[in-house]
T-cell receptor
Framework: SQELEQSPQSLIVQEGKNLTINCTSS?????LYWYKQKYGEGLIFLMM?????EEKSHEKITAKLDEKKQQSSLHITASQPSHAGIYLC???????????FGTGTRLKVLA | GAVVSQHPSWVICKSGTSVKIECRSL??????MFWYRQFPKQSLMLMAT?????????EQGVEKDKFLINHASLTLSTLTVTSAHPEDSSFYIC????????????FGSGTRLTVV
């Protein structure tokens, strides 16, 4: 079955610093989604990437999809305390019709 | 846009009782619904996938008799936690999908279950 491994597992950065979170799939990626969440709360959809090499940005967050490497990265520029939370990547597998999440990255931004 | 309503948003129940969580797609027909569980400091783990009118497919390690999933209509799926115990306390979230008509994965707002 497909697995999504995120790294790092947790991250603490000083406000204003840049950071990158990676999501690596054990199988071919047909699309990759990024979400932000706080435990016990709903998911905030950030971005969806569908094509290899695709890159999308929203405010200070940029995500890229490298299909060959079966990997996606999420980059936050000039982090702020409001960026703190759990970042999750998600992907579906057309073969199994399942939608799974990555292992998660907990981000803390120090003011 | 697609909206999925999940109720209740939080529930406290006594050990041994059953709790039902509802997941409704409000403006589209969901052919597939997913149920996830999340423990503190962990990611969302897929519990089961249900297709309208058929039995749910459970992930390995998920007890079918404990977590009853019903997807009787194209707009409603329910998850019933039977004979709940404190270790069932968790955050449960559903997702609805109908890829055939272009609806990807829309998530409910989740239910925080506390068993005392």
């Amino acid at each position: 079955s497909q697995e999504l491994e995120q790294s790092p597992q947790s991250l603490i950065v000083q406000e204003g610093k840049n950071l990158t979170i990676n999501c690596t799939s054990s199988k071919t990626l047909y699309g990759l989604y990024w979400y932000k969440q706080k435990y016990g709360e709903g998911l905030i959809f950030l971005m969806m990437l569908q094509k290899g090499g695709e890159e999308k940005s929203h405010e200070k967050i940029t995500a890229k999809l490298d299909e060959k490497k079966q990997q996606s990265s999420l980059h936050i520029t000039a982090s702020q305390p409001s960026h703190a939370g759990i970042y999750l990547c998600g992907a579906d597998n057309p073969g199994t019709y399942k939608y799974i999440f990555g292992t998660g990255t907990r981000l803390k931004v120090l003011a | 846009g697609a909206v999925v309503s999940q109720h209740p948003s939080w529930v406290i129940c006594k050990s041994g009782t059953s709790v039902k969580i509802e997941c409704r797609s409000l403006d589209f027909q969901a052919t597939t619904m997913f149920w996830y569980r999340q423990f503190p400091k962990q990611s969302l783990m897929l519990m089961a996938t249900s297709n309208e009118g058929s039995k749910a497919t459970y992930e390995q390690g998920v007890e079918k008799d404990k977590f009853l999933i019903n997807h009787a209509s194209l707009t409603l799926s329910t998850l019933t936690v039977t004979s709940a115990h404190p270790e069932d306390s968790s955050f449960y979230i559903c997702s609805a999908s109908n890829r055939g008509i272009g609806y990807g994965y829309t998530f409910g707002s989740g239910t925080r279950l506390t068993v005392v």
